[in-house]
Every structure is written in structure tokens, then in C-alpha cells.
């Protein structure tokens, strides 16, 4: 087995339970062409290649790219790119492989160090989300993350993360894993997510305003959101547009749901001064 290297978080699946599980989710079909994020060893690679049309993975350690090279290199639908995922452009070292262009589907245990990062890779954000987004991405992340990404507003993990994820994609989740699934076991159990991106029934007229609000919105937790939106409107003013939105007045972050972020931020967007446009 390979040394797995802590700088590159490097933990190696092997419980066939949780492989499957992912397997599953992903639901592939015989037209996909799918990304993988961190290959490593290829254990999840090996599984997915017969399912799919081609399969292009970026993996940052030169080591395993080498290996996968020797052990996968002939296998025709496969395509190893060896590199940083948050920094490398995918369209432009796709354009020379037809096959590999546009992938459809995500299919990865991630690197946990840089969780966020890749999602916001992945699905973009509020204001910028991705032009060509995934049709699903199924994922292996920090149990604790997982939980910030599907939770509903009201529980304790709705967060900000939850909402500009949620804005952009449906999330749910799948299994939960335990550390005892990988070798060296993480610090954190795991959970296998699936998200789906899609549009908002509803969207934000001002995305970047939204954005801003959110932001605001859950900076000093456990606060009453009227206090942490002092900066752009008065209490009395935002209590009485809380009302009217038939949100309670004394309502935490939390407790709104994504829609209603939205229409808090178009109804703030009215007539307001360019508060959205600050920071
Ligand atoms: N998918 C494999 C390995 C998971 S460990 C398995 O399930 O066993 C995470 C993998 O991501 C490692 O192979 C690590 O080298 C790789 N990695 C870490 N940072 C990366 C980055 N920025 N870009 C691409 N790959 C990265």
C-alpha cells in the first residue's frame, strides 16, 4: 500500500460498504463523463471507469500520478491530470481530449483541507455560480460539513455555507461513514453527500446583495438577525419588515429558509442605498 502523506490529506478508502455507497449515488450511466478530485490510489477510480463514457482525474501528488499512470495509462477512457484542482483550468486542459470535455457527473473522496474551496469550484457562488453546472456531485466529506450542507433552517448546522450552497444546488445526504473506513483513519467521521444543481424557483434579483446579506446576516452568532442587520437598517424598520414577511421578529439566522434569504434581500434591494455593493 502507498504511504498516504499528510500534506496532501491523504486518506485511502477502503471499506467496500462506503465505495458502494458512493458507487451508488453517483448513478452513473453509460454517456457520463466524469471528474474525479483526488484519485489517490485509484480505488474509486477503478470502480467507476467500466461504468462510464471517460473519466478525467486531477490529482496535486506527482507519486500517484505516476502510479496510476503505470497501472491505469491504457485504459482508453481515462484521463489523469496531474495538478492543483483550485488552481488548474480544466476547459483548457481539456481541449485537446474530446472525450474528456464537459464532464457531467462528480465523483470523489476529496481532500478535507480544502472542502470549501472545491465546492465553491465546483458549484460557484451566489453571485458568480458556475455557467455549466454538474448535473451531480457526489461526494466524501467531513461528517460535520455534510451536516452544514444539508441542514434545514431551524437546526443548530444551518450556517452560511448552507445557504450559499443551497441557493445553487439541492443537497442531501447519503450514508455517514465511519474513520474507521480509511487508512490512517481522519480525526472526524465522513458522509457521502449528493448535490444537485439547479435554479431557484425564485432567484436573488440581486445576487451580489444576497451575498452581502448572508454575509451580515450570520456574523456574530447566536444573535437576533435584526441586531446583525443594524449596519444596513434600523431595528424598527427591519422588525416591521420581518413581520411583514411573516418571519418572526426575533428570528436567529438559522431559522430562515434559503427562499426566504432571497426575499428578504429583494425586499431590503428596494429602494435601499447601495448597501450590496459594500466590502
Ligand atoms: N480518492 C482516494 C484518495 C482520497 S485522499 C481514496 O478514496 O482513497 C485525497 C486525495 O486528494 C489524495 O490523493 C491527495 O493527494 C489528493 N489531493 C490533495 N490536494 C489536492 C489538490 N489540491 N488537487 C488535487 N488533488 C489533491
Not at 444576497?210 to 446576516?217: I, Q
Request: charged share 20%; glycine share 6%.
Amino acid at each position: 500500500m502507498v504511504r498516504p502523506r499528510r500534506v496532501f490529506a491523504q486518506h485511502w478508502l477502503k471499506s467496500d460498504k462506503a465505495l458502494n455507497a458512493i458507487i451508488q449515488a453517483a448513478n452513473c450511466i453509460p454517456s457520463d463523463r466524469v471528474l474525479e478530485i483526488g484519485p489517490g490510489t485509484g480505488i474509486l477510480t477503478r470502480r467507476l471507469l467500466p461504468l462510464v463514457k471517460s473519466l478525467v482525474a486531477v490529482e496535486i501528488d506527482r507519486d500517484l500520478c505516476t502510479l496510476l499512470a503505470k497501472q491505469l495509462g491504457k485504459t482508453e477512457n481515462f484521463l489523469l491530470l496531474q495538478g492543483d484542482f483550485l488552481t488548474l483550468d480544466l476547459t483548457s486542459h481539456l481541449a485537446a481530449f474530446t472525450n474528456f470535455q464537459n464532464p457531467n457527473k462528480v465523483v470523489a473522496n476529496i481532500p478535507y483541507n480544502i472542502t470549501g474551496p472545491i465546492i465553491e469550484k465546483l458549484l460557484g457562488t451566489i453571485a458568480n455560480p458556475n455557467p455549466e453546472p454538474f448535473d451531480s456531485i457526489v461526494l466524501l466529506v467531513q461528517k460535520e460539513v455534510a451536516e452544514r450542507l444539508y441542514a434545514q433552517p431551524g437546526s443548530k448546522t444551518f450556517g452560511a455555507l448552507t445557504v450559499r450552497v443551497q441557493y445553487l444546488a439541492e443537497c442531501e445526504l447519503i450514508c455517514t461513514v465511519p474513520a474507521s473506513a480509511f487508512h490512517p483513519p481522519p480525526k472526524v467521521d465522513s458522509a457521502v453527500v449528493r448535490l444537485h444543481p439547479r435554479q431557484l424557483e425564485n432567484p436573488a434579483v440581486s445576487p451580489r446583495q444576497l451575498e452581502n446579506l448572508v454575509k451580515l446576516g450570520f456574523g456574530a452568532k447566536r444573535k437576533m438577525l435584526r441586531n446583525n442587520l443594524q449596519p444596513i437598517l434600523e431595528r424598527d424598520r427591519l422588525t416591521h419588515l420581518l413581520e411583514q414577511l411573516e418571519i418572526n421578529p426575533q428570528a436567529r439566522a438559522e431559522d430562515l429558509s434559503v427562499q426566504q434569504w432571497v426575499t428578504l434581500a429583494n425586499e431590503l434591494g428596494v429602494g435601499s442605498r447601495q448597501w450590496g455593493d459594500e466590502g
